[in-house]
């Protein structure tokens, strides 16, 4: 028919619906506590050493309890940063000239 009228075949919205996304299916792998046995599933952001580089959990975040490599260097660098920032606030008596 010639009166202005375009008629355009519409394709079904179903077609395209039907593809499965494969990620779908599978499941991000947990990370796992790195201290010895232990099974837990490590923190995201608090349990990361910034020494040793590993994932612990709640029980093992801290340096003393997953035994750190860089436990012994840390705690010399906070001896040397608090020995410096004692010397800087010490007082000095100026002496009495006569």
Request: aromatic share 4%; charged share 35%; proline share 1%.
């Amino acid at each position: 028919m010639t009166d202005g009228v375009t008629v355009t075949s519409e394709r079904p919205a179903g077609d395209g619906a039907r593809r499965v996304d494969k990620k779908a299916g599978r499941r991000r792998k947990r990370e796992r506590c790195q201290f010895g046995k232990c099974v837990s599933s490590a923190l995201k952001f608090i349990g990361e050493c910034q020494f040793c580089d590993g994932q612990f959990c709640s029980r093992h975040r801290l340096m003393e309890n997953h035994t750190c490599r860089g436990l012994r260097t840390c705690k010399e660098h906070m001896r040397r940063r608090n020995a410096d920032k004692l010397a800087q606030e010490q007082t000095v008596v100026a002496k009495i000239q006569i």
